[in-house]
C-alpha cells in the first residue's frame, strides 16, 4: 500500500499556530525537559502543520523552541488531510506513543547516562499520578529535619522532593502573594530610582499583554507564563518596553539574553507551587549578575507569607548524642558508615526538656553513648567534607576561556 511521504520545509516560528482546543496539556517541567533535550541534540523531529500552519502534532515542542527563542522550524505539512482526519491523526499521535516501560531494560540503558540536566525521575509510579500518602509521609520527614536544623528550604534534596511530587503546579496558573511581589517592586524602585506609579502587571486573569496600551513611562513589573517567557521578552524587546520579569531559575540562560539576575530563590506561589524563581530585566547592561539584595527581600517576605498561610513549623536543635532516623540519610548518601549497638544506646520518644512543651522526637530516636556521640561528631565532619566536594569542576578548556575573558 502506497503512504504519503511529505517533504520537510523550514517555517518561521511566528507564523506557527497552536491548536486553540488542543487536549493534551503541557506543564513547565515537561516544557523545560524538551528545551532541554532540544538544547543538546537539536530538532530530530519535524512539526506536523496543516495548510494554514496550524500545528498537528508538536505543541509542546512548540512551546520549548518558542523558550529558546528558535526563529525557524522544520515542519511538514499535511495539507492532503481532510479536518476529520487531522483532528484524529492530533489526538491518535498522542494517544499511541502511551505504553509501559521494561523497567529493567531501562535500567541497563541509562546506567551509565548523564541524564542530571533533566527533571524527570523514572522511579515515579507508571500512571504519573503522586501518591498522596508517599508525600504526605516524605513531606513529614523533610518538615522535621528543618525544624532541626539539618536541612534548610533551599536545599537541594528538599527541592528535588520538590520537584518530583508538585510538577503539576506551575506558575503558568497562579498569582504572586502580594507580600512577594511588593518586595520586588521595591526593590526595583530603590534600585533603578523609578516610581511604583509606573508599574503595570498586564499578567492578571484574562490579561492580555500584547492589547494592553503600554505608555513611554510604563514598566512591566509582573509574573508572567513561564512556558511563553521567551515569546513575551521579544515582543517587549521589539516595542522598546521596560519589563522586570520573573523567570524559571533553571532555564534562565536557556537562551542567549541580557538581564539575567540569577537569585534562586524559592517562592511558594498562591497556589502552592514552590518555584526556584529567578529575574529577567532590560533596565541592566550586563548579561547576567547575582542579586544578594533582591534574594534577602523575598526570602523574608516569602517567608513571612508562609507564617501567615500555615503555622510556622518550631525550630529545634538537638544534641549529638539524639538520633533520629532522618538524621542517618544524609551520612548514608555520602557513604559513611555509622553503626550502634543495642548497648550502645537507649530508645526514647520524647526528651525530658520536651515533655513541658508538649513536644516529642519525630518518629522517635534513641541516646547513644559518649563513644558513639565521638564517632558521629566526627561522622559530621566527613559528611560537611564531602557535601563541599560533591561539586563540578572547570576543564582545561574551560578555565583558558575564563582566562581569556576580559
Known sequence: MDCKIPQSEMIAISKLKPYATNAKKHNSTQIANVAQSIWQFGFVQPFVIDKDNSVVIGHCRLLAAQQLGIKELPCVRVDYLTKAQIKALRILDNKLNESEWDLNLLTDEILELDMSEFNIDFDLVED???????????????????????????????????????????????????????????????????????????????????????QETDIVVDNPPFSILSQIVEFYNNKGIRYFLFAPHLTLFSSK????????????????????TSFLTNLENCVFRTAPILYNKIKIANDKNLKQTRKELPKYSYPLSVITAPMLTSLSRYGINFEVSEKECYFTRQLDSQKEKGCTLFGAGYLISERKTAEREKAEREKAEREKAERWELSARELDIVMSLK
Open 128 to 214: 504519573n499520578q503522586v501518591d498522596d500518602e508517599k508525600y504526605e509521609v516524605r513531606k513529614r520527614e523533610f518538615e522535621e529535619r528543618m525544624a532541626s536544623g539539618e536541612l534548610s528550604e533551599d536545599s537541594e534534596e528538599y527541592q528535588e522532593f520538590l520537584a518530583k511530587f508538585e510538577l503539576e503546579k506551575t506558575t503558568d496558573d497562579c498569582y504572586t502573594p502580594s507580600l512577594v511581589y511588593d518586595a520586588v517592586a521595591d526593590y526595583v524602585s530603590q534600585r533603578y530610582g523609578v516610581s511604583k506609579n509606573n508599574f503595570v502587571r498586564p499578567f492578571v486573569p484574562n490579561g492580555d499583554y500584547q492589547a494592553e496600551i503600554y
Open 257 to 276: 539574553r541580557k538581564g539575567c539576575l540569577a537569585t534562586g530563590v524559592t517562592i511558594t506561589y498562591e497556589n502552592g507551587a514552590n518555584v526556584c
